[in-house]
């Protein structure tokens, strides 16, 4: 079983969707989640952090679950820019924090 | 903030020769990162440094790479020989701290012929 897994997509979804993206992770002991955007052919860029409580930035929400162990990223009014492979990071924890990455799902925004 | 800066942009290069790619990670930050990026197999993380010391380099595919923080602010990631399977993108990430996330710089893409 991979560490972080991701449903690869393609979501292809039309302008004001909402879409939705989760991601596993198989470390009961990880520590620290976030989700980064990558464009084509550009570097991963973070999108935001995932808290325990669950966080809200403008039209993206991220929530954790600890007890089912995925975390999942909630994309609201969906624009043409929002087209991109989303990855997330799961800091695995032994001794020193080694950050995970998944595959990343990839979403094509249609007008 | 200069970002993290990463060089050359783009390397080709013929099979068996040495490759070295370098970084700058962000002022103040006290771990880096290297990854490698391909279609088949995502982001994969090569070695990370803290403190300027290696900590973890189990993502090191064989002897033909290392790497190297001799300060603060450069790291050294060196293939030889390379290979046509080394082609990638290799992205360096570095950050003050685990729960701060990561920035990353623009990447090498390297080529392998």
């Known amino acids: 079983r991979k560490e972080v897994e991701q449903d690869p997509g393609p979501f292809n979804v039309p302008e004001g969707a909402t879409v939705a993206f989760n991601c596993t992770y198989s470390?009961?002991?990880?520590?620290?989640f976030f989700w980064y955007r990558q464009d084509c052919r550009k570097e991963p860029k973070l999108l935001m952090s995932v808290y325990s409580s669950g966080n809200e930035d403008g039209r993206f929400t991220a929530q954790l679950n600890r007890a089912s162990q995925y975390i999942s990223l909630l994309i609201r009014d969906s624009k043409l820019s929002d087209s991109a492979t989303y990855l997330c990071?799961?800091?695995?924890?032994?001794?020193?924090?080694?950050?995970?990455f998944g595959r990343g799902t990839s979403l094509i925004v249609h007008p | 903030d200069a970002g993290v800066i990463q060089s050359p942009r783009h390397e080709v290069t013929e099979m068996g020769q040495e490759v070295t790619l370098r970084c700058k990670p962000i002022s103040g930050h006290n771990s880096l990162f290297w990854y490698r990026q391909t279609m088949m197999r995502g982001l994969e993380l090569l070695i990370y440094f803290n403190n300027n010391v290696p900590i973890d380099d189990s993502g090191m595919p064989e002897d033909r790479f290392s790497a190297k923080m001799p300060n603060a602010s450069f790291s050294t990631l060196k293939i030889q020989p390379s290979e046509p399977r080394d082609s990638a993108v290799y992205f360096c990430?570095?950050?003050?701290?685990?729960?701060?996330?990561?920035?990353f710089g623009s990447g090498t893409r390297l080529t392998v012929v």
């Open positions: 990430a570095s950050t003050p701290a685990a729960n701060y996330g990561y920035t």
């Open positions: 470390n009961s002991a990880s520590q620290s």
């Open positions: 990071v799961v800091n695995q924890s032994g001794g020193s924090y080694i950050p995970t």
